[in-house]
């Protein structure tokens, strides 16, 4: 979490709002003291997740099962030795 002052806080106020949305939490203050905390919406980023793992779930069915050989040699793949 970091802290911004209130004055900056309404100068970068969509700079900032980015920063929450990519998961981050803001503290703003005034003359040193916490007014108010800015926090990622829960159920917005759990969606984004449900959404991931449904992708990674259809392209599972898509491409069938990869053995730990060819997870090795893809990952080897290039590497001089």
Do not use: C, Y
């Not at 980015?18 to 003291?33: A, L, Q, S």
């Amino acid at each position: 979490m970091r802290d911004i002052q209130a004055s900056d806080a309404k100068a970068r106020l969509p700079q900032i709002l980015d920063d929450v949305e990519r998961g981050e939490t803001v503290r703003i203050t005034r003359h040193g003291r916490p007014i108010a905390r800015l926090v990622p919406e829960v159920n917005r980023r759990q969606e984004e997740i449900d959404r991931a793992i449904e992708s990674i779930k259809a392209l599972r069915a898509r491409t069938g099962s990869i053995t730990l050989d060819d997870l090795l040699s893809a990952r080897d793949e290039g590497h001089k030795f």
